[in-house]
């Protein structure tokens, strides 16, 4: 919100400069920047031509000498119709910037010109550019231009108020707050205007269906108003504040909304029937055509002032059309009122017309000062647009209302800030904030003045005196307290022994989004997922049921930019949808994207037994037990293997389809896997019990045998193991081999098999005993046949 | 000569027959061929074995089997070193170490890892709540009702089934104190969703840290020094702090906390407005609001803060567009 400290003034001076202001306010919670509205360039100074004559090469420019009370006249070629001699001009000197353009020293049609005389356009003061400006004859010759016209040499405070301070929105509430900083009081505003004879209680009855609606509504009628334009300093203001100008009387309303904090509406008084309007809320189906034209169809939140006819006004919100002041206006209704919040809330986030007056009315206005603001809009108005004020106002009201009091005690206010102040500096610090104080024991009765609807209990005057004695003047603790019961167990959380071990395994970890198009949600599961209601975009609709869209965008977008061969992984929110009760999932997401590397010696493709024996190495280091891989059917890949440990599946290990490496636009392979963090978690088994480490020693034995293509290698591995006893430490597959001297079915396995046992060296006859049972059950499960 | 002889004779020869041999593979070859060679010297030793007696066969025969290992021995001690020497030579050490991916932790994990592990140091233990929320956790459990100005400050994304992405980490807060007793000493970590465009500045989500201590008299003070603790830690013992009023519907007083950035260069003017001060977080003493709502007592206090990982991330790392953050550019992710 803009403020200009020359407006302040009428309430407070201060000699602390802008930036110490700025400091100050935002010190005492007011977050401010500063905006200086000065903005004609200082070489612009008040000069008087001395002479003025016909250039000597050109019939339309004139060769002018002006004096700028400096040692020697200036020599200035001016094309302008009016310029004659004995006039005061503005003029810009050599280094003025006007509109980017800085003048120079230049040579015109062979006469030296060493500045420039100005238009009002050129100075940005009004669109008039049909000659240079003439100024008062009176203005003190080489003086700048903004100090010669008092022009808005003004600083603008830009406010970033928070929504509990709605006292501040206004000059008024901010001259409030700079009273603190400077101590003193602000000044008294008194309003006088004449009044005449006839009663508002006469021509207008008003009535309030609920005062929760509406607390207070006063209104008076001035008769006789001449609707005109507003006056240039008016005018001024309303750019100051961003406002269109419309007429002197809405101008005003505006001005003293902005003065005040108080919003104002004007009606046509003529043109509102049945001299009786209503504050209520609207019916079902009542329209009303409003000042910005269009036609809105009410409901039973809005709060709508009406006459006989129907809706004259969205209360706080917006004016109707047909009851606006305008030229042909004589006769208006003013209004002051104060309504509710909520109400007003609602409607303007419904209609989209967050504008100043229901800005304001939604953080709350000062109840008690609607009557004072009235009065300062009616002397306004006389002032302008002249007038007959009646000799009394509408004042509807619930008069239950009474001053807020609140009990506060200062020593706990003292431990809760960390204070040791006294009672006296607690009632100095209430006097800054107009806190009228009495005294009994420890306790303090505040009463709280009534533009300060935010301040209701005891812990909102803690923060008063916090923020009035300076948040930088509270002391800073140095110890720390810790209770035992309030530390909890946190070594469960794995994550980041995942990201270490995998970026130290070559992965970069990855965020990315978690809201993507339907269209990417059935690629890698079936699972619902929760859906946006309020989407910006289609694009981000829905929460993700993968991590891999994600992901392979990550990929494709490194692989167009060269990137070639990588391996990333994220940890990161699974979100799915089951019977409407959402589940999160902690997911690890992994990728080994890629063909080759440029290396002598090293080669790499993303390969799923890379990949495999790479989760396999990593699970383990977590302490995962009984680890499989199952080649396992999926509708999202042609390749699966789900990831198993204790035969419960924990994640899926997965080649990228074509359709998916054209959807995402990705050349090289890849392999990609996702793994449940929290199912993993389950088993996890630090039970590490020491075994004896055997003293004898191992015997190798090597079997090569044929078996068809079709028999995975597992269950061979699987079924060595579950016709051998103890004595088997190990079976391993060493080579793997297809050839022209075997059957096209058939392939060839080396599996090298080793023996050991913890009590004994194990003799050849042991050994050939199991040998001879491992190559039998081969045989007689899937007809291996010995090579 | 008896057998024992002869067989001690040969070790001998051997021995001196290689001590001046040149240490030659055809040399090596030839001594391999006259002692271990099917005609060679140890095995026409072992034909002679025939003509001694049946009791004095074994031991002799053992005596020879000994030479043979011993000399077996002596060739492959040579082969061996010979094939290290071999490998040794004849390479060029210059070509690169074989690859090996380079990986990285990325910086929004690095930057919630270091000031965990700050508040870790002071007794703070870490909780983690979800991303999808009821409005009870992520507003008016917070003092935030229907209709308050305060929503204004936040869009939040609604979902289908009255739920809700979750726009601070401050929801945490309240399940947690649900389900545990005071004190409470908590900071939890996550990921917030605000309904805004994406930009240089701003993105759909990004992650913050919340903490919470609730106990009997806790103060303003001790959320001072806390605060200064945080940041001299993480930005160094010389870092100058500020506090000034904020407004947050959970806390009362509330307060943003700034670090003095300082006005250097051009960027720091605009990073910092032209003040030079940098706002870091918000914090504030908990509302009596927010204790009623999870049924505290009403004579504990504490304090709350909320710290944004991004606006850190991009701080410490000069990084000037947020979006880099989550495009998983490999040439950017490299750097960290």
Redesign the interface.
Known sequence: MKISRKWLENYITSNKSDEVL??EF????L?C?IIKTNSIDSNVVVGRVISCEKHPNADRLKVCKVDINEASCLDIVCGAPNVTHDILVPVAKVGTKINDFEIKETKIRNIQSKGMLCSEKELGLSENHNGIMILNSKLKIGESINDALDLQNDTIFDFDM????GDCFSHLGVARELAIIEDKKIKDDSFDFKKSNFKSKDMIDVEVADFELCSRYACRVIKNIKVAESPKWLKDKMKLLGQKSINNIVDLANYVMFDTGQPLHAFDYSKLEGNKIEVRLAKKSEKILCLNKEVNKLDGDDIVIADKNGPVAIAGVIGGYDSQVNSDTNHILIESAVFN??NI??TSKKYDYVKEASKRF??GVDYSNVINVMDKFTMLIVELAGGEVSSDYVDVNNDTYSKKQIKFNFENCN?????SLKIQEYKEIFSKLNIHVSTEQKYLFCEIPSYRNDLN?S??L??EV??VYG??N??????????Y??????SK?IN?QI??I??????????????YSENVLKDFNNNET???????SLD?KF?RNSLMP??L???S??EK?G?DS???FEI??V?S?IK?Y?K?EETLGMVWFGKS?D????K?EADIFYSKGEILSFLNQLKLKNLNFEIKKSDFSKVNLNITSNKKTIGYIRILDSNLHKKYKIKNSLIFSEISIDKLHKHIDLDIGFKQISQYPIVNRDISILVSNEIESSKIIKSIFSCSDILLKNAKIFDVYFGKELDKNTKSLSISLKFQSDKKTLVDKEVDKRVNKILKNLKSNFNAIQR | MSLKNKIEKIQNLFNSELASANIDSTVIKELQIKYLGRKGLVSNLFSELSSISADEKPIVGQKINELRTNIQKSFDELNLSDNIDKQQTDVDYS??G?????????P??QVI?DISNIF?N??F??YSG???EDEFYNFEALNIPK????R??QD??????E?L?RTHTSASQIHFMEQN?P????ISPG?V?R?E?ISVRSY??FHQIEGL?V?N??????L???M??FSKQYFGEDVKV??????FPFT????EMDIYWGLETESDYRIT???GWLEILGCG?V??EVFKSVNYESSL?GYAFGIGIERIAMLKYGITDIRL???????F??QF
């Open positions: 700025e400091h935002t010190q005492l919670g977050e920047s928070t929504p509990n301070r919040e909520i809330r609602k939604e953080r431990i809760f800030l960390g204070l209990r812990v909102d803690y923060e916090a923020r948040y930088d509270i002391p800073i603790s140095k110890t720390f307290t810790n209770s019961k309030a530390i909890f167990d946190n959380d980041n990201r270490l995998l970026s130290s395994r070559g992965f970069f970890e990855h965020y990315s989004n978690s809201l929760p859906e946006i209601i309020n989407e910006s981000m929460m994600g992901m965008k990550a990929v977008f490194n930019r990137q990588f391996k990333l990161g929110r979100h949808l409407s959402n999160e590397v290396h002598w010696i090293s790499f | 070509l690169p074989n690859h090996f991916f380079n990986g990285a932790i990325h929004i994990t890892n870790k002071i007794g233990s870490v979800d991303e999808i209709n308050h100005p305060a204004d400050m939040t994304y609604y979902l289908n089934f739920k992405l007793k004190p409470v000493k908590i990921r969703y309904n465009d759909c989500l201590f106990d008299n806790i103060s303003f003070a001790d001072k020094g806390v200064e603790f500020r506090f000034r009023p904020s407004y009362e007083p509330s307060a407005k032209g003040t003493m509302d009596p206090t953050l989550y495009e998983g550019d490999i040439r992710l490299r």
